[in-house]
């Protein structure tokens, strides 16, 4: 898996914006389900187990002002962009291969 980017803005806020390097692009997938498993921890402060649906991190990366991720291309010094769809699919493949 090559090094990857992953950029991102929680709300209209400019100052919500960030970006995180990391050395395979399946820690960058992790990172956004880390993300929204924080956001609702954070709108249910007082529940200790959440529960949610695929289509739930969904709309949470829907909802998210910028989300991109930048993979370096294997053999080449250049990154292949990837947007909120292909993201969510990365996302949906990561977490399918996890429950089998």
């Known amino acids: ?5 992953l950029l991102f803005q929680h709300t209209k806020n400019v100052n919500s914006r960030g970006w995180i390097e990391f050395e395979h692009e399946n820690q960058a997938f992790e990172k956004i389900t880390e993300m929204y498993e924080l956001h609702l921890k954070k709108l249910n402060p007082d529940t200790v ?28 010094n250049t990154y292949a962009p990837f947007g909120k769809k292909a993201i969510k699919q990365k996302v949906m493949k990561r977490i399918k291969s996890q429950v089998q």
């Open 1 to 5: 898996m090559p090094h990857c980017i």
């Open 49 to 76: 187990y959440l529960e949610y649906k695929l289509s739930n991190l969904f709309e949470y990366i829907d909802n998210m002002p910028d989300l991109a991720l930048f993979a370096a291309v294997p053999g080449g």
